[in-house]
């Protein structure tokens, strides 16, 4: 025989954050749960240089958005804009309803699939605040691809075994 | 191999990670006011060591924490007494390993240090960074303090000679950031957070991460298969192998790695690497490797560059394994990286009984029934659970993580009566089929538009 399994607490490579789902990223580049927020960027269909800057605070479920260079959105209703309502569905693609409607603090019912579902349920306000803390997140985002690959060895990546062959 | 020897516990082990327990305990709170109970548990990780060099450091270590009065230095040796007593207990794991593997391994050489200038206010960095991590505990944690961390592992992962540490930081602090704030979270990963935590402050010291001496070695290179390590923004594939020398087979690991983001997943990664070894194509090919003068680390990993190589016959991991794995010998683990979870020593299992239930995967074998590690299984090739629990041989890494398991990289199985065999590191060098094609594609537009995104905003 062998000894039991350990408990999750007790494991060194125990599985904290499941790993995202992959999407199309045309849209929505960038979204991310992260601050206290569900935040990220969402590319504007008439112009590829702008882009808009769109956020959901767990905390008081206010919203904010506007574009890169600090124009506020135009379509910004009670309940969200396109943009936020793009950023939510593909959270929801990339994390799952659940993950994303537990971070934001939005009490879904159990059969929720949507974005929008989460949205209904957080009903946002709109409270303007900087996009730029957001917009810098998703520069360093982008700069992860431009780092070098290495045949070094990274031995500490042992704590960090890729997963998804069973969920 | 004498399995029944994998099944008996290992001396000392159990004690060890007590010690370590009730430290990772006092983690969770902070120790910035330690509880009697962290108190106890403090005192009780400087008397496991007060019969080693460390003793007198540990023990001031231990008295400041308590008195309130917590510096850089005295973390650094709260970690080093931690990272002994799993050093040791790593050793006694592996030593138990190779002895029931019948597996010759090299001492570590008496190396001489190397140097490492320019990161001084860098490693100082992070080093700040750990403290305030530890003084505020797990439950301590907020947005703000995990924001803290992020200029510093962007320096690092720029810097090649400081990637580990970049890299292993960037990972925690994802988790971190995804778990905030602390004290709120449902559980804690108290081990693993106080593991990762404890080897980036090793990593931060000055001077850890030094190069070091680094030989040459030729040969034919026949692969075992692939081990594949991720987080949402790192890949890294290693290639287990035994290389036939001159003085005899040997085994190495070739690894290629790369920064990226956590949309590029499953088997999307391996176009991010493939471009970086040519190794990762003669896996799928299921071909040698013949080495001419390749860079290769006391520790057995081989600095992989294609220039020292040429494509070799074809050669099949379950012919290698069961011609070559035996007789190879190992290669010693660097002094830094000895911790029970880098354990992951590529064995042939046979002849034994698999079955499946709720709970996971178990292979029977004559002394041991040992757990298929399913959490270190992946979708980025066509290897499944359900696979193993099919199969009849197996090529797996032994890894030990409280218990010892099996982490599948070949099965041979019976499907439709034919024995196949089925490799997780398959589709290393391409995708061979429709599903996997599509999925590498997907990852190709993600990356394409990535790479639009950051041309237009980033370089303004
Ligand atoms: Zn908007």
Redesign the pocket.
């Known amino acids: 025989m062998n000894a039991a399994r350990k408990p999750w607490e007790e494991r060194s490579a125990a599985l904290v954050v499941a790993p995202a789902r992959p999407r199309k990223l045309a849209k929505v580049p960038f979204v991310e749960l992260a601050d206290g927020r569900l935040q990220g960027v969402?590319s504007s269909g008439s112009d590829i240089e702008r882009v808009?800057v769109?956020s959901l605070t767990a905390a008081n479920h206010s919203f904010h958005?506007?574009t890169n260079n600090n124009r506020p959105?135009?379509?910004?209703r009670r309940g969200?804009?396109?943009?936020?309502r793009a950023l939510a569905d593909e959270a929801v693609l990339q994390y799952g309803v659940e993950r994303v409607a537990r971070y934001v603090r939005a009490e879904v019912a159990e059969d929720a699939t949507t974005g929008a579902a989460v949205l209904a349920a957080a009903d946002p306000w709109h409270e303007p605040s900087a996009g730029a803390p957001v917009f810098s997140r998703f520069l360093r985002h982008l700069a992860y691809l431009e780092l070098a690959a290495t045949t070094e060895p990274l031995p500490e990546l042992h704590w960090f075994p890729a997963g998804g062959a069973v969920r | 191999m004498r399995f029944d020897l994998l099944a008996a516990p290992v001396d000392g082990v159990s004690e060890a990670y007590e010690v370590v327990a009730g430290f990772d305990g006092a983690l969770v709170g902070g120790l910035l006011r330690p509880g009697a109970e962290q108190i106890a548990a403090l005192h009780a990780l400087a008397a496991a060591v007060s019969g080693t060099p460390l003793a007198g450091r540990v023990a001031e270590a231990v008295d400041k924490t308590i008195a309130g009065s917590i510096s850089d230095e005295h973390l650094a040796a709260l970690v080093a007494a931690r990272s002994a007593l799993l050093g040791a207990s790593h050793d006694a794991l592996l030593a138990r390993l190779d002895e029931a593997a019948g597996r010759g391994r090299e001492p570590w050489p008496a190396a001489g240090l190397g140097s490492l200038t320019g990161a001084d206010n860098l490693l100082a960095a992070a080093r700040s960074w750990l403290s305030d991590l530890a003084i505020a505990g797990w439950r301590g944690i907020d947005h703000d303090l995990v924001s803290h961390a992020d200029q510093a592992v962007q320096a690092l992962l720029a810097d090649l000679r400081l990637r580990r540490l970049g890299a292993l930081l960037d990972g925690f602090a994802g988790e971190l950031r995804a778990c905030a704030p602390g004290a709120t979270m449902p559980r804690v990963p108290v081990r693993r957070w106080a593991d990762l935590w404890a080897r980036a402050v090793l990593l931060a010291q000055p001077g850890a991460l030094a190069s070091t001496e680094v030989g040459t070695v030729s040969g034919r290179l026949l692969p075992l298969g692939v081990d594949l390590h991720e987080h949402p923004t790192a890949v890294q594939a290693q290639v287990h192998a035994v290389l036939e020398t001159a003085d005899g087979p040997r085994l190495v690991r070739a690894s290629v790695s790369t920064p990226k983001v956590d949309t590029l997943v499953g088997s999307g990664v391996w176009q991010l690497l493939r471009g970086h070894s040519a190794l990762l194509a003669a896996v799928t090919e299921q071909r040698a490797m013949d080495l001419t003068d390749m860079p290769v680390t006391a520790g057995g990993d081989l600095i992989w560059s294609d220039e020292h190589t040429k494509a070799g016959a074809p050669a099949e991991p379950f012919a290698t394994a069961r011609v070559q794995l035996a007789a190879a010998s190992a290669a010693p683990v660097p002094p830094l990286e000895r911790h029970p979870v880098r354990i992951a020593e590529p064995v042939l299992l046979e002849g034994y009984t698999a079955a499946a239930d709720d709970d996971g995967v178990t292979l029977t074998l004559p002394g041991l029934t040992v757990e298929v590690d399913v959490e270190r299984m992946h979708s980025a090739g066509p290897l499944t659970p359900a696979l193993v629990a099919a199969s009849t041989a197996c090529i797996g890494l032994l890894r030990w993580d409280g218990h010892w398991t099996i982490q599948p990289l070949a099965v041979e199985a019976q499907v439709k009566r034919k024995t196949v065999a089925v490799h997780a590191g398959a589709w290393a060098g391409g995708a061979a089929d429709a599903a996997g094609a599509k999925a590498e594609a997907a990852a190709a537009d993600a990356a394409k538009v990535l790479r639009e995104r950051a041309g237009r905003l980033l370089r303004r």
């Open positions: 969402v808009y769109s958005c506007s959105c135009g379509g910004i969200g804009c396109n943009h936020l």
